[in-house]
């Protein structure tokens, strides 16, 4: 984002969202009441063994048992690391960048305090989980900034190594995410595109109804300044030397607006020919001639116009 993006408009839209956030069926980060959502078992931190890992979970009726939570978070795109992926052709760097491929997104508040209340409770959040390790072995969490203000980051690999999921099938890869069969093809046979690698990508729109609908969309249609809800899911997983990494796992990202994407970029495109637009205002008004004539017509008129009759 640049001097041409309509920072004050974006920020007071995205705190409008939010505020209507916590009259939500659903679990925002920053209106969870997380202390008593433990104490009543809403929420609970729950081990999986495929892959190691402690989540955040609730209890799935429906099902009778424990699920991924999903909790949402609303702000503006800062940064972006999103599919398609180029094909790459050397097969040595295949190999080396494939465990570590990853679709990406770091969003901000632009210093909105309903923003940072997001920041907060991730803070809480870590402190829970940090009672089910050793003392000191889970790694500080710490938000992203962004020119100065909050951000929040959250990731997914495109990959997992088969041996940390082996009873787990690979998961196709949909259309708009690998829609030329790069990702398919680098995956191997010591890889799967498992149930955390994958990532889904959807706009709000509205019907004819005026009622609020959701469709799948392209990663390439998010762009730099565009607001956003991010899904996430949070859990712990073990690392080297017996320690442990808090991570925001990223499930799903929805558009909700991009007109102040939109916006920048038209006030960015008056900016180049804004002086031309001025200059043509000093040109003279005379009638100029649509086309020129040619010598061959000039000499010719000079002749007749010097025989008598």
Not at 22 to 38: C, P, W
Not at 258 to 265: G, L, M, T, V
């Amino acid at each position: 984002m640049d001097e041409f993006y309509p920072f004050e408009k974006a920020r007071k839209e995205l705190e409008t969202l939010n505020r209507g956030a916590q009259d939500s069926k659903e679990m925002y980060l920053n209106t969870i009441e997380l202390i008593k959502a433990m104490k009543r078992d809403a929420l609970q931190i729950v081990q999986r063994d495929e892959p190691i890992s402690w989540r955040l979970s609730m209890f799935n009726s429906a099902e009778g048992l424990m699920d991924d939570a999903y909790i949402r978070i609303q702000g503006i795109v800062c940064s972006k690391i999103l599919p398609p992926v180029g094909k790459l052709n050397n097969p040595g760097a295949v190999s080396r960048i494939r465990p570590h491929l990853r679709q990406a997104i770091t969003i901000t508040g632009l210093g909105s305090d309903l923003f940072d209340n997001y920041v907060q409770n991730m803070e809480h959040i870590y402190l829970t989980f940090s009672n089910h390790f050793p003392d000191g072995k889970l790694d500080k969490w710490e938000p992203a900034m962004y020119q100065g203000v909050m951000a929040f980051d959250a990731h997914a690999r495109y990959f997992t190594q088969k041996h940390f999921v082996p009873s787990s099938e690979s998961i196709p890869f949909h259309s708009t995410v690998d829609p030329d069969g790069n990702l398919e093809s680098m995956r191997g046979e010591d890889m799967v595109h498992a149930a955390d690698n994958e990532v889904d990508y959807f706009v709000q729109m509205h019907n004819t109804d005026n009622k609020t609908i959701y469709k799948r969309t392209s990663p390439g249609n998010f762009r730099i300044g565009d607001i956003v809800e991010v899904t996430i899911v949070i859990l712990a997983y073990p690392t080297k030397d017996k320690r442990y990494k808090l991570i925001p796992l990223l499930r799903g990202i929805l558009l909700l607006n991009q007109s102040y994407r939109d916006e920048a970029a038209i006030l960015r495109m008056r900016s180049k020919y804004t002086p031309a637009v001025l200059q043509i205002n000093k040109l003279s008004s005379k009638r100029k001639s649509a086309y020129l004539e040619t010598d061959e017509v000039e000499d010719t008129e000079k002749k007749m116009s010097r025989m008598s009759l």
